[in-house]
């Protein structure tokens, strides 16, 4: 934080311990620690949070990127799509999985959605800052956006309602409608798994990402669709928090 405050990186901040933080600087700090010590997230204060490699700017209004979010990016990379796909982002928020999509991928046509405005005026600053084609929508999960899709990615909310007191006093800064996934947590989920099979194209594929204990539910629910589950993939902790859905 005393990094960003005095917009060093951190390795020359340490190197170089005999420097004397500017009273300037030293105001900023302080006033970060208080706000931080109250709960604000670090990435709020700082306005903006590494994801893949780059720096992606956050605002209250956007999720704070996670790093569990970096293995949809590593899952939809090792996807066999073409090398001119279609891709759609859904619930895009900061921009994070699209712009990261678009610059590991520059030939795939990324598009990205969201219902809140403001989350896609902090996409749009990301998609300008790093310089990708990024084309955003507003609009009600695939609704804004023409298919047929190669690739569709979607971190949607995914925390059950009741459980969202009980979070952590950071988390509960993230906006309520990048958190809400209703009762068990799936019902944005379950909309969009609806939809897959009008939106992808045949052997199209989705990635998702979805919260601890709910692959079953989800490998189901995709079943009955009629997609196939391709992969299911395990983070660092374990949990089951990527799957891979196949249209026949
Ligand atoms: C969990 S956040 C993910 C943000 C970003 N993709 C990421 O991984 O950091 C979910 C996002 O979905 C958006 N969202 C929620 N309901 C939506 C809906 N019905 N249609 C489109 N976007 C929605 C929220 O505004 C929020 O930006």
Not at 14 to 43: C, D, F, M, N, Q
Not at 52 to 80: D, H, I, K, N, S
Not at 202 to 229: H, P
Request: net charge negative; hydrophobic share 45%; glycine share 8%.
């Amino acid at each position: 934080m005393l990094a960003a405050a005095w917009g060093v990186d951190e390795v020359t901040l340490r190197l170089h311990p005999e420097r004397k933080v500017p009273s300037e600087v030293e105001t900023i700090y302080r006033s970060w620690l208080e706000r931080r010590a109250a709960g604000e997230p670090a990435h709020h204060l700082k306005g903006s949070c590494p994801f893949w490699g780059r720096e992606f700017l956050v605002t209250p209004e956007v999720l704070v990127p996670r790093p569990e979010t970096e293995l949809l990016v590593q899952t939809a990379l090792e996807l066999a799509v073409s090398a001119t796909a279609r891709v759609l982002d859904v619930g895009t928020g900061s921009g994070c999985i699209a712009v990261s999509l678009a610059a590991e991928r520059p030939r795939w046509r990324v598009c990205a959605v969201d219902r809140s405005q403001a989350a896609l005026s902090v996409a749009h600053r990301n998609v300008e800052r790093h310089g990708v084609e990024v084309e955003l929508f507003l609009g009600d999960l695939a609704s804004a956006a023409a298919p047929p899709w190669d690739l569709v990615v979607a971190n949607l909310p995914y925390i059950p309602s009741g459980d969202l007191g009980k979070l952590p006093v950071e988390v509960q800064r993230d906006p309520p409608a990048a958190l809400d996934g209703g009762a068990d947590g799936l019902d944005l989920v379950r909309a969009l798994l609806a939809d897959l099979p009008r939106l992808l194209r045949v052997c199209g594929g989705a990635v998702l990402e979805i919260g601890e204990n709910q692959v079953d539910a989800v490998a189901t629910a995709a079943v009955e669709t009629g997609l196939a589950v391709a992969r299911r993939v395990r983070d660092t902790g374990g949990c089951e928090r990527v799957v891979v859905l196949q249209q026949r």
